[in-house]
Structures are given as structure tokens and as C-alpha cells.
């Protein structure tokens, strides 16, 4: 149980284009979810949390007009990473709990972003 | 100091052998700790959730929490090269959002 599944696992985009990455909880329901940012060799940083129904709420230092963030039901949530550039390229991970606060977070398997 | 220390490694051990992976932390309010498995260029994946003091055993694998001397560990028993991966240690304390130590490598050599 508790499987979170991201798609796509890997994208290459031009800059200045977007990129719509997806996050469901395929067996639970998830009011909260949220996204990390991965650069090599370094641990999660968290981005943002993504919260069903309203705004989501972002870590200092994340520009919120760069990287959207949609929680349109309990099972999706989705991060657009809007005109890209290559300093965007990253590996974006997705999380979500289908407990309470105190649940561990369960992870999806990752988008690796490449912008030329 | 950050909140939660963990060598970054690598950590490199012949087939096998008895890992041993730590983390220490600072802050006296975490009481969950968890430990991930993130093979390359995948996401993490929980292998551990503890609570208490104590030790907590799934197959080859155990944690260990010491609260008093803010310390956790995770032992990894007859050590396969399928395990070569980074492991990281999380905690938190009534919190969805956990503190992640930076992660060590593990490299399990035949």
C-alpha cells in the first residue's frame, strides 16, 4: 500500500517552454502532498506543500510564479515548472502521507528535468 | 550544526558484511524516525519507521533509536550488492514534513 506514482520519469524541454509533472497517491488519499528538489549527490530539499482545494505554500527561496502548483483533488497534484531554463534542470520529487502528521512520507520515483 | 548530521560516505564493504548507518541530530522534539532507501535516480523508498527507544526489526534490517544520546542507527545484515544505494535518515517531530539527513552511500562490492 501507500504507492505515490509520478509521471513522467524524464523530460527534455527547450527553455522558455513548460513542464507539467504529475503526482497521484494510487491507494490513499492525500489532502497534503509535496515536491522536492534533488541536485546530485545532495539530500531532498523540500519546495513547496501542495494542499487539496487551496494555495500551497512555499519554502523560502521558491518562486511560486516559476513553479506552480495545482492540488485539484485528493489524489493529484501537479508542478509546472514554467519557462524553463537550464538552471531549472533538476530531479523533482513528489511526496505524500496517507496518515496523520506523524505517517512517513512515501515517495514517487522521480522526474529527471533536462532544459536545453 | 544542522539538525540532523549523516556522513555522507561512500561506504564501501565486501558482500556480506554488517553495515552500520548513523545519524545524529539536535533537536530534542523529533520522536519518528525513519530511514529511506534511494537508489540511483529514483525516489526514496521508506525501509524503517520507528518511535520509541529501542530497536525495530524487518529481515536483515534493524534500527536503532537512542533518544538520550540523539542517535539512530540502521543495521544492514548479510550485505548484498542489490543494497549499494544511498540511505537517508528522517525524522520529525508531530510534523508532516520531516528532516532528512544528507544521505550516505553505500557501495556493497561482491
Known amino acids: 500500500g501507500a504507492v505515490v506514482s509520478q509521471h513522467p520519469s524524464r523530460v527534455i524541454c527547450k527553455s522558455g517552454t513548460s513542464v507539467k509533472i504529475e503526482c497521484r497517491s494510487l491507494?490513499?488519499?492525500?489532502?497534503?502532498m509535496f515536491w522536492y528538489r534533488q541536485f546530485p549527490k545532495k539530500s531532498l530539499m523540500l519546495m513547496a506543500t501542495?494542499?487539496?482545494?487551496?494555495?500551497?505554500?512555499?519554502e523560502q527561496g521558491v518562486e511560486k510564479d516559476k513553479f506552480l502548483i495545482n492540488h485539484a483533488s485528493l489524489t493529484l497534484s501537479t508542478l509546472t515548472v514554467t519557462s524553463a531554463h537550464p538552471e531549472d534542470s533538476s530531479f523533482y520529487i513528489c511526496?505524500?502521507?496517507?496518515?496523520?502528521?506523524?505517517?512517513?512520507?512515501?515517495f514517487g520515483n522521480g522526474t529527471r528535468l533536462t532544459v536545453t | 550544526q544542522k539538525e540532523v548530521e549523516q556522513d555522507p560516505g561512500p561506504l564501501s564493504v565486501p558482500e556480506g558484511a554488517i553495515v552500520s548507518l548513523n545519524c545524529t541530530y539536535s533537536?530534542?522534539?523529533?520522536?519518528?524516525f525513519m530511514w529511506y532507501r534511494q537508489y540511483s535516480r529514483k525516489g526514496p523508498e521508506l525501509l524503517m519507521y520507528?518511535?520509541?527507544?529501542g530497536n525495530k526489526e524487518d529481515g536483515r534490517f534493524t534500527a536503532q533509536v537512542d533518544k538520550s544520546s540523539k542517535y539512530i542507527s540502521l543495521f544492514i545484515r548479510d550485505s548484498q550488492p542489490s543494497d549499494s544505494a544511498t540511505y537517508l535518515c528522517?525524522?520529525?517531530?508531530?510534523?508532516?514534513?520531516?528532516?532528512f539527513g544528507r544521505g550516505t552511500s553505500l557501495i556493497v562490492h561482491p
Open positions: 528522517a525524522m520529525t517531530g508531530g510534523s508532516y514534513i520531516p528532516t
Open positions: 491507494d490513499f488519499q492525500a489532502t497534503t
Open positions: 533537536n530534542s522534539a523529533f520522536q519518528y
Open positions: 511526496s505524500a502521507s496517507p496518515g496523520t502528521e506523524n505517517s512517513p512520507l512515501h
Open positions: 520507528t518511535y520509541s527507544s
Open positions: 501542495s494542499n487539496e482545494g487551496s494555495k500551497a505554500t512555499y
